[in-house]
């Protein structure tokens, strides 16, 4: 007899789980969704870094051409975002950092209102988008954007530009094949570790990232970035694909080739 009164809390307990799951799988597949909203207390930060100017690039062979399309950086971020508002709900947090210069100046060239269009995906998503100036303003946003010590970040994405050793959050907008702004891998050292959560997911889609950059990251995040060994193809801005024969860093052929 004494154990009656356990067992019914344990079975009250077992029932409330099971309601809660199956409502949960209904709205979200068979994603479980935490009843305290602990998701809600983590952050995703996604970058889009700037267009080229087809002013430079036209300049340039044909092959070495960049951005015949404004929207590569947006496009693909914008898919990622509409992603996680599936996967993670409508409250949780996150932040897109756009460089608006090179949009500005894109938008003139194109004559067609770039900065609008950005601003349509923030209202659709509700995304809290932060136009960016300088490149030192996304390490301030990673440190100090939120109360770090409440509001861990769960993930970091970059979609622009890139080398080996840097984003390059401007590229060939003010300057012909060259970047006036860019978070090179030595300004990583300034990025606080705990601002993250310790399964952080971190990925870059620029090109070349995964050959030094990421090594930088890890070394001042304590997070593995998922990065490319070669260049990036934005030829289907949904899905950024590594160009054969290069791969990811966290690939098997890169396993292979450690051998």
């Not at 136009?131 to 994405?157: A, C, L, M, Q, V």
């Amino acid at each position: 007899m004494i154990f009656k009164k356990p067992m019914r809390i344990i079975s009250l307990i077992l029932i409330i789980s099971i309601i809660l799951n199956v409502e949960s799988e209904a709205v979200f597949g068979k994603k479980k969704i935490s009843l305290f909203g602990k998701d809600n207390n983590s952050e995703y930060i996604i970058i889009s870094g700037g267009p080229a100017l087809r002013k430079w690039e036209d300049l340039r062979i044909e092959k070495y051409q960049h951005d015949r399309w404004w929207g590569n950086f947006i496009r693909s971020a914008r898919a990622r975002i509409q992603e996680l508002r599936k996967e993670k709900g409508e409250k949780y947090k996150i932040t897109w950092l756009v460089y608006k210069p090179s949009y500005e100046t894109r938008s003139s060239e194109d004559d067609n209102p770039l900065i609008s269009w950005v601003n349509s995906v923030q209202k659709k998503y509700n995304v809290n988008l932060v136009w960016i100036f300088k490149s030192n303003e996304i390490i301030n946003y990673i440190n100090n954007g939120r109360d770090r010590k409440k509001t861990k970040i769960d993930g970091f994405e970059y979609y622009g530009h890139s080398n080996r050793y840097a984003f390059l959050i401007d590229y060939s907008n003010d300057i012909i094949g060259a970047s006036t702004v860019y978070l090179h891998e030595n300004d990583l050292k300034q990025i606080r570790r705990t601002s993250f959560n310790r399964k952080a997911i971190c990925v870059s889609y620029g090109c070349n990232t995964g050959e030094s950059m990421s090594k930088k990251w890890r070394k001042a995040t304590g997070i593995k970035m998922r990065a490319a060994i070669g260049k990036t193809d934005y030829s289907n801005p949904l899905k950024p694909v590594v160009v054969p024969p290069g791969h990811w860093n966290d690939s098997i052929l890169r396993l292979k080739l450690r051998h």
